[in-house]
């Protein structure tokens, strides 16, 4: 286990502090704010908006509660040291969906690039040659499909079983542009990392009891979601 006092590469890792908690984390544990030029807060959850930014280390329950009561617009005032800011009612809501186009558009992203594979016959002969560093299972994928290619991938030396992803065969089928997308396999160590952190990024805001809102920022190859690091 790296010490990050230590270790030259931990300590390269940028981090910033959550306005509303004061929580110091990797960037990629939080989510950046920015300050449009009409002076109206918007999500930047790829951290690429020009100017200024905030940022927050919270989940959705949290913002939501902090913007009604006003406190989430006194720490973006004191942040930005402006007291023209518009904060809108459903920014929760905004970051939400932002969340989770970055996650369907990560996997569309590693099928274009050629490291994920989908079918249930490519991903089980791909998991047990151990050539999966993550499996996942489209939310309506049947028990008895999910169960074989769990059981390949233990097989092929991957983890006790495939992720569930939160949304449906339609859903993936348009992220990555094909039909019928029930089970992906990630076949390249660093792109599964780079998915486990789209998707916990989106699953610790919206989730109360393991996400943000529970103290605990979801971390890319964390339990949550296995990933195999022999395949990289």
């Keep these: ?5 230590n270790d030259p590469l931990d300590a390269q890792v940028p981090e910033r502090s959550c306005i509303l908690s004061r929580r110091t984390a990797p960037r990629e544990e939080l989510i950046r704010l920015a300050l449009g030029p009409d002076g109206q807060i918007a999500p930047d959850v790829r951290a690429r908006a020009p100017g200024r930014g905030a940022w927050i280390g919270v989940g959705r329950n949290a913002i939501d509660e902090a913007n009604a009561k006003g406190k ?11 007291k023209d800011l518009l904060v809108p009612a459903d920014l929760g809501e905004r970051i939400e969906t932002s969340l989770r186009q970055q996650a369907l558009d990560r996997l569309g992203l590693e099928a274009r690039g050629g490291t994920l594979i989908n079918g249930a016959e490519r991903v089980e002969v791909a998991a047990r040659q151990g050539k999966v560093a993550l499996l996942i299972h489209a939310a309506d994928a049947g028990e008895d499909g999910r169960r074989r290619l769990d059981q390949a991938w233990r097989v092929g030396g991957g983890g006790p079983q495939g992720l569930v992803f939160p949304e449906g065969r339609t859903i993936l089928s348009m992220a990555l542009g094909r039909e019928n997308v029930v089970h992906i396999a990630l076949t390249d160590a660093a792109a599964a990392r780079r998915v486990t952190l789209a998707i916990n990024r989106w699953q610790a805001f919206i989730d109360p009891d393991a996400g943000l809102d529970g103290g605990h920022a979801a971390r890319p190859g964390s339990n949550d979601v296995f990933v195999d690091e022999g395949n990289a």
Excluded at 1 to 5: A, H, L
Excluded at 72 to 82: I, M, T, V, W
């Design 1 to 5: 286990m790296r010490d990050p006092q």
């Design 72 to 82: 989430l617009k006194g720490a973006l005032a004191r942040a930005f040291k402006s």
